[in-house]
């Protein structure tokens, strides 16, 4: 829930207050956002990262938790094993509490690739991983908060595995409810149709309690891209879709949970739907609200800027709020790439935004809801963004807190240790 409203906020400055780094530099070093020295815990390094980890890559964040992917990171189980960071806020600052990754992880499993976090829970896709000798059949892990210590529960693997549908591709989390996307899962669709499942906890155990699928699937559909749940009702992203309009255009299909079944409920669809327009390629729930992003959707001049889409659930059904749209936007931005939603606030990442820092540095914007109706707020961008960031790959929001990943931002060296950046409103 918000602990901020869009009244209160929207005239409001929003500034960079942190950056969360994957390098091994020194993490007591710290920058003001014009790049001097201060004692201020601006930027908050991760330890030991490998450059090209691509830290960044997928974020969340609860209360006074952030969990950060580091799907390419080495160590400690080989080349692009992935890692995943845990950060904690105190005081307003937030540091580096632990670094997870699976007690059997191997190379290339690409762990971290998805990340959700709810309470003392965390859930982290793994999607390249070979499970039940199947190779990138993908796996999810459960990690579990004791004090300040995190530890692995459980190693989740769907009980129909087959080899390359990457479950762990997308995950959420809710309770005791995981919701893990198999976007490349061929059962019952056809060639990458996709697929999503349903696991629950009792009594500190896992089991899968249901496998999803769209009614009117299709081949390449890639049902499971992006997921969400929230008490008793899912969203899976179908981002190839086929709809009315015609083939991969995309589309979000909600299921609800009622007496331990789980069925689908609504097949949502953008108004203005286009062909190709990825709609469903991310996706985020907040009560009876879903933001979804569209990244190759267009805009009313016919650029493909990308869009998102807020729906709201009634008695009658679900509808469609608003199209985002950036006041800025640019054919190729991928605006829509990355979204967030709470209460008042939605953010939506775009990350080949070539404003301001140059070619596909990318960006993020943050929309809020008054009276109804989404605008426009602020545009967000790193005070040291360079080309090729790739900021706004990732996103989420929490009250007043937004987070955004910067995956290919360039360590030391120059490769792809990536960043996370913090941004909240000016005090003043």
């Not at 000798?133 to 908060?145: D, K, M, P």
């Not at 409920?265 to 907040?286: C, I, M, T, Y």
């Amino acid at each position: 829930m918000s602990d901020g409203s869009a009244g209160e906020n929207e005239t409001r400055e929003w500034s960079q207050r942190q950056k969360l780094m994957a390098s091994d530099r020194d993490e007591d070093r710290t920058e003001d956002e014009d790049g001097s020295r201060s004692d201020r815990p601006d930027d908050i390094a991760a330890d030991e990262m490998d450059y090209g980890a691509r830290f960044g890559w997928s974020l969340a964040t609860d209360g006074d938790t952030a969990v950060v992917g580091a799907p390419w990171e080495d160590d400690p189980n080989g080349t692009q094993a992935g890692a995943a960071y845990v950060f904690t806020r105190s005081d307003g600052a937030w540091r580096q509490q632990a670094k997870l990754a699976p007690d059997d992880g191997d190379i290339r499993d690409y762990f971290g690739r998805s990340v959700a976090i709810d309470g003392g829970t965390v859930l982290i896709g793994a999607p390249g991983s070979e499970n039940a000798g199947r190779n990138r059949g993908g796996l999810a892990y459960v990690f579990i908060r004791s004090g300040e210590n995190w530890s692995q529960q459980a190693k989740l693997i769907p009980d129909d595995s087959g080899a390359d549908v990457r479950f762990g591709n997308s995950v959420a989390v809710d309770g005791d409810a995981a919701l893990i996307g198999a976007h490349y899962d061929d059962d019952p669709n056809g060639f990458h149709g996709g697929s999503a499942y349903v696991f629950v906890r009792s009594d500190g155990t896992w089991h899968q309690e249901a496998k999803l699928f769209a009614d009117d699937g299709c081949e390449h559909g890639r049902f499971g891209q992006a997921v969400a749940i929230e008490g008793h009702t899912v969203l899976v992203g179908a981002r190839a879709s086929d709809t009315s309009t015609g083939a991969r255009t995309g589309s979000v299909y909600v299921f609800i949970r009622s007496t331990g079944i789980w069925f689908q409920q609504a097949k949502l669809a953008p108004d203005d739907e286009d062909r190709g327009g990825n709609f469903g390629v991310s996706v985020d729930l907040d009560g009876t609200a879903a933001v979804i992003g569209a990244r190759s959707a267009e805009n009313s001049a016919g650029c493909v800027t990308g869009a998102a889409y807020v729906f709201d659930r009634s008695a009658d059904g679900w509808t469609q709020q608003a199209k985002l749209v950036p006041d800025d936007g640019d054919d190729g931005d991928r605006f829509g790439w990355a979204v967030g939603l709470d209460g008042e606030f939605a953010v939506v990442g775009a990350r080949y935004d070539n404003d301001p820092h140059g070619d596909r540095s990318g960006s993020a914007y943050l929309f809020t809801r008054s009276d109804g109706t989404w605008r426009q707020h602020t545009k967000l961008a790193p005070a040291d963004g360079n080309e090729g960031d790739a900021f706004g790959n990732s996103v989420a929001v929490e009250g007043v807190t937004v987070l955004i990943g910067a995956t290919f931002d360039r360590g030391p060296e120059g490769d792809s240790a990536g960043s996370a950046y913090v941004f909240e409103p000016s005090s003043e």
